[in-house]
């Protein structure tokens, strides 16, 4: 993957996020929306996956079939809401590793405080995703790659559901080496940190919660 956005304007995920976004689209139909959407969006960031071959045997002959080459994929959530993303992803690519970080955000300096990391082994060897629908301000994205780095990981695609372009260019400016897949490019972020038009608090619409 060489550009570093891809925007994944494919009708069916422009249709589903439309409903999204929608205020009055409830928990169930969000849910069942984002996984929908993270089937297009895995399809998306797998696209220029590495490939081999390996001799199998059908039942008429032997032939050298195309398959994916290397260890097998790792995925990151970035807790919560990357959750609902990750769901998605696995449907298509079920024998990834999973990892999760958690972040918060410090209420004082804003900045992202990590209060959980578990990641799986060999992250060298693995292309890695990390999945958070909202890329807002950039600053939890770019912490949780720190954390991906220092476990050794050189190979990281970011994927989100909707991007701000001042996440966008935190994410440019701290990992240039990660290629970022979306379904859009909102205006703006507001005062408070939240994509505007967007689709509120992701984690909040996903779970249910206030
Ligand atoms: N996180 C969200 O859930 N929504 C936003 O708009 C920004 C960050």
Known sequence: MTEHLTLVDHPLVQHKLSLMR????????????????????????????????R????????????????????????LRAGNGLLDGVLDLVPAARVGFI????????????????????????????????????GNSSAAAVDLIKAAGATNIRFLCLLAAPEGIARMK????DVPIVTAAVDERLNEQGYIVPGLGDAGDRMFGTK
């Open 173 to 176: 400016e701290a990992h240039p």
């Open 102 to 137: 958690g972040l918060y955000r410090d209420e004082e300096t804003l900045q992202p405080v990590q209060y959980y990391s578990k990641l799986p082994e060999h992250l060298e060897d693995r292309l890695v995703i990390a999945v958070d629908p909202m890329l807002a301000t």
């Open 22 to 53: 929608e205020r009055t689209t409830s928990t169930n139909s969000f849910r069942r929306l984002l996984r929908e959407i993270s089937h297009l969006l895995a399809y998306e960031v797998t696209r220029n996956l590495p490939m081999t071959t």
């Open 55 to 78: 001799t199998i045997d059908t039942p008429l002959c032997p032939m050298d079939a195309p398959v994916i080459e290397g260890k097998k994929l790792a995925l990151v959530s970035i």
